[in-house]
Nanobody, 122 residues
Framework: QVQLVESGGGYVQAGGSLRLSCAAS????????MGWYRQAPGEQRDLVAT???????TYADSVKGRFTVSADDAKNTVTLQMTDLKPEDTGVYYC????????????????WGQGTLVTVSS
């Protein structure tokens, strides 16, 4: 059984910083890709950033230069360091694991966390 749990959301003024963490737990052998998505009120859930186990990262244009995603493979965690936050960054941030392999080699194509709310005030 594999579970993703996000933490670190909260309230911050524009220009401030927050660090989100996602911890994957369970009988995990490997996770190929972990990413962050966000869903603003009334909007679609969109990609924010991804990181592979080899360290390759991608970012949405709207967060480039402000957000940094990183993974700790040993701990099966992914972190999203957010700086210079803007009101448009407000939303529920979800952690996603892509191609999860368990120790008994069961494979999930994708798993989602429950989300953590980030609110950026102007």
């Amino acid at each position: 059984q594999v579970q993703l749990v996000e933490s670190g959301g909260g309230y911050v003024q524009a220009g401030g910083s927050l660090r989100l963490s996602c911890a994957a737990s369970g009988n995990i052998r490997s996770i190929d890709i972990m990413g962050w998505y966000r869903q603003a009120p009334g909007e679609q859930r969109d990609l924010v950033a991804t990181v592979t186990t080899r360290g390759r990262t991608t970012y949405a244009d709207s967060v480039k230069g402000r957000f940094t995603v990183s993974a700790d493979d040993a701990k099966n965690t992914v972190t999203l360091q957010m700086t210079d936050l803007k009101p448009e960054d407000t939303g529920v941030y979800y952690c996603k694991a892509i191609r999860v392999t368990t120790t008994n080699f069961r494979r999930w194509l994708e798993l989602w966390g429950q989300g953590t709310l980030v609110t950026v005030s102007s």
